[in-house]
Structure formats: C-alpha cells, structure tokens
C-alpha cells in the first residue's frame, strides 16, 4: 500500500517511506486523499456546430508538420519532393492528353501534334523537350534509387548522400542527350 500511495502521488516520499505497518502507511493515504483540495471547474455546454468552429479555430493556430522553417534542406528530403512533383507532373500531363484525345481525337491524334511540334520555333522545341524530359528522367532514375532502397541497399546516410548525387548527375546527362536526339 506504501508503494501505491508513492506511485500515485497522494503520499509524500519522506513522510511515508519511515512507515514500515502498512496499516499506519494505509492511514497516511486515507488522510493525504481528503486533504487534496478540489477546483471548481465550469463548463458550458455548446450546440455541435460552435464546438466544431472553436476547434476549427484551434486548428489554424497550431504550426504545420512538419515546419519547413526550422529544418536545414537536406538532399534526401529535397530529392524525396522532387520525386513526388515530377511524379505528379509526369501522371498529369498523361492524363491530360489522354482526356484531350478522348474528347477531341482529331485534334490530338499523332499528325496534327507532330504538325504542331514542326511549325514551332526551334528554342520552343528545345525549351518543351527540356521541360519534359529532366521529369522523366529524374523520376526514372530516382526510381530506381528506391528500388535498390526497398531491397536494403545504400540505406546508410553516406549511401543515400552519394546515390542522391549520382542521380543528379545521370538525371543531367541523359536529360541532355534526350534534348539533343
């Protein structure tokens, strides 16, 4: 009973530890539990609507997670956002032009886009095969990065740090040769 009356708090250590009777360290928790003076503590009752607007009002107080103002840019995490935009980007662009030849396959069929490309200026076409490709490539060979992740491999931070980098530089390399085909 000595060890409960500790652990809960409601008998002071140097007060109960001397007690070796239980029955006298029983009486100190008895006395020390009526002695705890209460708070009143006034509550009101509120329709569900104004509970959900203070909470909504709590939620735009509170910082978002995680607070990219307090955290140094890493490659990893800078690397990690890059494969998810490009990844977003590359699968929304296919969706478009799949929705744009469903809706109109006249216009979007392979002649009248390759009629298109043709009547471009030539720093247009490099410009748009730029924009295309460092996506494509970046998130091809970022992909493969986490595969080698997935089967335990470079999980170490001089692993993550020098494949990182290897992206970068197979993502600039193979983006200038897609540019220049």
């Given at each position: 009973?000595?060890?409960?009356?500790?652990?809960?708090?409601?008998?002071?250590?140097?007060?109960?530890?001397?007690?070796?009777?239980?029955?006298?360290?029983?009486?100190?928790?008895?006395?020390?539990?009526r002695v705890v003076t209460r708070?009143?503590?006034?509550?009101?009752?509120?329709?569900?609507?104004?509970?959900?607007?203070?909470?909504n009002k709590q939620r735009l107080?509170?910082?978002?997670?995680?607070?990219?103002?307090?955290?140094?840019?890493?490659?990893?995490?800078?690397?990690?956002?890059?494969?998810?935009?490009?990844?977003?980007a590359l699968s929304g662009l296919?969706?478009?032009?799949?929705?744009?030849?469903?809706?109109?396959?006249?216009?979007?069929?392979?002649?009248?886009?390759?009629?298109?490309?043709?009547?471009?200026?030539?720093?247009?076409?490099?410009?748009?095969?730029?924009?295309?490709?460092?996506?494509?490539?970046?998130?091809?060979?970022?992909?493969?990065?986490?595969?080698?992740?997935?089967?335990?491999?470079?999980?170490?931070?001089?692993?993550?740090?020098?494949?990182?980098?290897?992206?970068?530089?197979?993502?600039?390399?193979?983006?200038?040769?897609?540019?220049?085909?």
């Amino acid at each position: 009973m000595m060890v409960l009356s500790y652990r809960t708090g409601l008998c002071a250590q140097a007060k109960c530890s001397n007690f070796q009777d239980w029955k006298i360290a029983q009486l100190c928790l008895v006395v020390r539990a009526r002695v705890v003076t209460r708070r009143a503590v006034q509550t009101q009752s509120l329709p569900p609507a104004s509970a959900v607007e203070i909470l909504n009002k709590q939620r735009l107080q509170r910082p978002t997670s995680p607070h990219m103002t307090i955290y140094q840019p890493q490659i990893s995490s800078v690397l990690s956002l890059a494969h998810r935009g490009t990844g977003a980007a590359l699968s929304g662009l296919l969706y478009a032009f799949s929705i744009a030849y469903l809706v109109a396959p006249g216009t979007f069929d392979s002649t009248h886009v390759i009629d298109f490309v043709a009547a471009l200026p030539e720093s247009v076409k490099y410009g748009a095969k730029t924009l295309l490709a460092f996506p494509f490539a970046y998130h091809s060979f970022n992909g493969i990065r986490h595969l080698g992740w997935d089967v335990g491999k470079f999980l170490t931070v001089k692993g993550m740090y020098s494949t990182g980098y290897a992206v970068l530089g197979a993502t600039a390399v193979s983006t200038i040769a897609l540019v220049l085909m």
